[in-house]
């Protein structure tokens, strides 16, 4: 059973699971993290794990991607990603990340990948749910091998795990060829401990890494959310610049 959603305060239509994986307030935050210090949109984006195709449509739809692969092993949220992809330059490839199929070089590789090895805790019983959590369809190192081999030279990943994983993260990136250079914390509110972090690695050389401010999803008392949450929610972002990708420092 499916639910007809909308993403990004109702702008895009978008169709997924009535249970199990549903899209998360991660992936509107990561995408928009993305797009920081950018003035022109990125060529080719692809979302590895895209589920029913949340941040490439985000990505494009806002102009910061002109077009996007969308690649996920899940048979189902890969019909639903073609689905919400209709009229929007988003290819969807139905793929394990192990054994990708021939893929165009990106200038950006994101990913909300699951969070948890399988040996880390108790695996959801319900496969869509235990296959976005726990990486029953391959280890993270899995995740950054496909990403480097998708990204062009002056590309980048970008990529969100628990704040807890965030040393083994650098460790991963490192052995796989990447280096971070800038990375973010997020907090459900001031004064609580970070529970999500979002990095961006290169290839080239290692060093340079800029650690932004804590993003507080919400105040310190209250429900809502903080102005920086809510503009990523609603697509409060900030406009791309008409013309081609822009040159990256190696």
């Not at 948890?116 to 369809?137: C, I, L, M, N, Y």
């Not at 970008?158 to 083994?168: D, G, H, W």
């Not at 008392?221 to 903080?226: A, L, T």
């Not at 610049?241 to 420092?249: D, F, H, K, V």
Request: hydrophobic share 40%; glycine share 8%.
């Amino acid at each position: 059973m499916t639910t007809r959603d909308a993403l990004l305060g109702g702008r895009i239509p978008y169709r997924q699971p009535a249970r199990g994986y549903r899209v998360a307030l991660e992936a509107p935050m990561v995408a928009r993290f993305a797009i920081d210090g950018r003035r022109r949109p990125f060529e080719h984006a692809v979302d590895l794990g895209s589920g029913p195709g949340a941040i490439a449509l985000m990505l494009t739809a806002t102009g910061w991607a002109a077009r996007a692969t969308a690649v996920e092993v899940d048979a189902t949220h890969a019909e639903l990603a073609a689905e919400n992809a209709r009229g929007q330059p988003i290819e969807v490839v139905h793929a394990d990340v192990r054994h990708l199929p021939p893929i165009a070089p990106a200038d950006l590789v994101i990913a909300n990948p699951p969070w948890f090895e399988t040996d880390q805790g108790a695996v959801a019983p319900e496969p869509s749910r235990a296959a976005a959590r726990a990486f029953v369809h391959g280890a993270l190192q899995s995740f950054l091998t496909a990403a480097r081999k998708l990204l062009g030279p002056r590309g980048r990943l970008v990529i969100t795990l628990p704040a807890s994983r965030t040393t083994e993260l650098f460790d991963a990136l490192e052995r796989s060829g990447l280096h971070p250079k800038r990375a973010r914390f997020v907090h459900p509110r001031p004064q609580r401990e970070a529970q999500v972090v979002f990095v961006e690695a290169k290839p080239g050389k290692p060093g340079g890494l800029e650690i932004g401010p804590p993003w507080c999803v919400r105040p310190e008392h209250g429900e809502s959310y903080v102005p920086e949450t809510e503009d990523a929610l609603w697509g409060r972002w900030p406009r791309a610049s008409s013309g081609t990708a822009e040159a990256e420092p190696p």
